[in-house]
């Protein structure tokens, strides 16, 4: 079984920083894709950032030159730089994986529990 688990969550004020990390774990033969999606109090889930292979990424416009996602294929685990946050980045970040678990089978999307970032003064 794949299992994804984030970490780095937590309480900081405006203008500070978080890294968010996801490790991906279990029988991976390939990862196609990673991806940050967040949720606040009230409103849907959103994607926040995206990257696949060969460095593809994209970012919602609310995160642009704020957030940085990047993978570390050795290690199946993704990171989410989070820089200059905003109150209104406050919101639950799950992380996701796409993934084939053997060289014969099809590609799944994994889903992370997910992490609180909260952003308070």
């Known amino acids: 079984q794949v299992q994804l688990v984030e970490s780095g969550g937590g309480l900081v004020q405006p203008g500070e920083s978080l890294r968010l990390s996801c490790a991906a774990s279990?029988?991976?033969?390939?990862?196609?894709?990673m991806g940050w999606y967040r949720q606040a109090p009230g409103k849907q889930r959103e994607l926040v950032a995206t990257?696949?292979?060969?460095?593809?990424?994209n970012y919602a416009d609310s995160v642009k030159g704020r957030f940085t996602i990047s993978w570390d294929s050795a290690k199946n685990t993704e990171y989410l730089q989070m820089n200059s946050l905003k109150p209104e980045d406050t919101a639950m970040y799950y992380c996701?994986?796409?993934?084939?678990?053997?060289?014969?089978?099809?590609?799944?999307?994994?889903w992370g529990k997910g992490t609180l970032v909260t952003v308070s003064s």
């Open positions: 996701n994986a796409d993934l084939q678990r053997t060289v014969e089978g099809p590609t799944f999307r994994y």
């Open positions: 279990g029988s991976i033969f390939r990862i196609v894709a």
């Open positions: 990257i696949a292979s060969g460095s593809n990424t």
